[in-house]
């Protein structure tokens, strides 16, 4: 069994016995993702701690989306279970890389292409490296974030 989801399952439990209900619900759903993704396809199968880790990523963009969205609308209440739900999942996800970590990150990445290419990359090459630099960042920085470091090192 995966080491994450197993955690997940812990953290569940302690989080009704201490009757912690964000906790609860957001880890139930964050169960279920996980779940439909095991079952999702030709074979059902137990998911890798990496593969679990994705899952958490695109459900804690979900909330922060849905945060976002709420407050546009004047619905802060929702808005403020979404982060909170948003903070739950932030324990179990990779701390985000800062801007200069971001910047060296990128900077490597456009220097493999470069070498695997035998020159510089330009803005058409921009796949490559988010390749390159998307399997360095390992969950660790949001895919916008990381493609906009990328098209302005390509440009500049």
């Known amino acids: 069994m995966a080491g994450l989801k197993d955690r997940l399952r812990r953290d569940l439990t302690a989080g009704m016995k201490a009757h912690d209900e964000v906790t609860v619900a957001t880890l139930r759903l964050a169960l279920a993702a996980v779940t439909t993704e095991e079952v999702a396809g030709d074979a059902a199968r137990e998911l890798t701690d990496a593969e679990v880790l994705r899952?958490?990523?695109?459900?804690?963009?979900?909330?922060?989306?849905?945060?976002?969205?709420?407050?546009?609308?004047?619905r802060e209440e929702l808005a403020s279970r979404e982060r909170a739900e948003c903070q739950v999942l932030a324990r179990y996800l990779p701390s985000q890389l800062d801007d200069e970590e971001l910047a060296a990150l990128v900077g490597q990445a456009v220097a493999?292409?470069?070498?695997?290419?035998?020159?510089?990359?330009?803005?058409?090459?921009?796949?490559?490296?988010?390749?390159?630099?998307?399997?360095?960042?390992?969950?660790?920085?949001?895919?916008?974030?990381?493609?906009?470091?990328?098209?302005?090192?390509?440009r500049g």
């Open 55 to 74: 899952v958490l990523t695109r459900e804690s963009r979900k909330r922060r989306e849905a945060a976002e969205a709420f407050t546009a609308a004047g």
């Open 112 to 154: 493999e292409v470069a070498e695997q290419l035998g020159e510089r990359p330009g803005p058409r090459q921009m796949g490559q490296v988010m390749k390159v630099a998307t399997a360095r960042a390992g969950g660790r920085a949001d895919g916008a974030r990381l493609a906009s470091a990328v098209r302005a090192r390509l």
